[in-house]
């Protein structure tokens, strides 16, 4: 089965930093995402990317981020200033997207990056 | 608002015992149910996902799951457990024209030999 492949599975940074966090999704996928899960609590929704804009946000996805598509491969959620509330498991995640409908697609997650923020 | 309420956040059942996962949901229309499973340091992986039909869904590793429209549910079942099987197990829901997925908290299942 094809993978969304993230990089890299742990990051840590110092609060006040700026971090990338990269994605690799399924190449013939359209319809891309960012989702974290803080330790011990549920997976939330953060971004969908599709056809190079956001589709669809929530509050968490507030100024300090933006995600952004560089090339034709990659795609990645950028943090400005991390805070120590930003540590979590950030998950990415693609689908096909076909003529850009989503709601009945699975969607396929990577394996995460694991982001500690001290 | 769509939202998704897993009642149970750690179940220990033994290999070979039925397992049964709850789910409830929260949506004003008929919602598209997933259910995924997480192993440690893994990504989240599908087990099945229903949108409409026959409201007993099966999915990978011998799981299925139920549809009940008047109970909101959606709970996830397995006849005979194995220990392979202990993880972590999230319900969702996607609802309207929205993109994104609801999770619920996460039910962990220990499985004992």
């Known amino acids: 089965e094809p993978e969304v492949t993230q990089t890299p599975s742990h990051q840590v940074t110092q609060m006040g930093q700026e971090v990338i966090l990269r994605c690799v999704p399924i190449?013939?996928?359209?319809?891309f995402y960012w989702y974290r899960q803080i330790l011990g609590q549920k997976v939330e929704f953060l971004v969908s990317f599709y056809n190079n804009e956001i589709s669809e946000k929530s509050e968490i996805f507030d100024d300090q981020f933006s995600v952004e598509r560089p090339d034709g491969s990659n795609f990645t959620l950028k943090i400005r200033s991390t805070k120590l509330e930003d540590s979590a498991m950030y998950f990415c995640a693609s689908s096909e997207g076909v003529r850009g409908r989503t709601t009945n697609e699975k969607l396929f997650f990577g394996s995460g990056t694991q982001l500690s923020v001290l | 608002a769509q939202s998704v309420t897993q009642p149970d956040i750690h179940i220990t059942v033994s290999e070979g015992a039925s397992l049964e996962l709850r789910c409830n949901y929260s949506?004003?229309?008929?919602?598209?149910l997933f259910w995924y499973v997480q192993s440690p340091g893994q990504g989240l992986q599908l087990l099945l996902k229903?949108?409409?039909?026959?409201?007993l869904v099966q999915g990978i590793k011998g799981f299925e799951a139920e549809f009940k429209r008047s109970q909101s549910s959606f709970n996830l079942r397995k006849p005979s457990v194995h220990w392979s099987d202990a993880a972590e197990y999230f319900c969702a829901v996607r609802g309207g024209t929205a993109s994104k997925l609801t999770f619920g908290t996460g039910t962990r299942l220990q499985v004992t030999l």
């Open positions: 229903y949108f409409s039909g026959d409201t």
């Open positions: 190449s013939n996928h359209l319809y």
């Open positions: 949506y004003g229309a008929t919602p598209y």
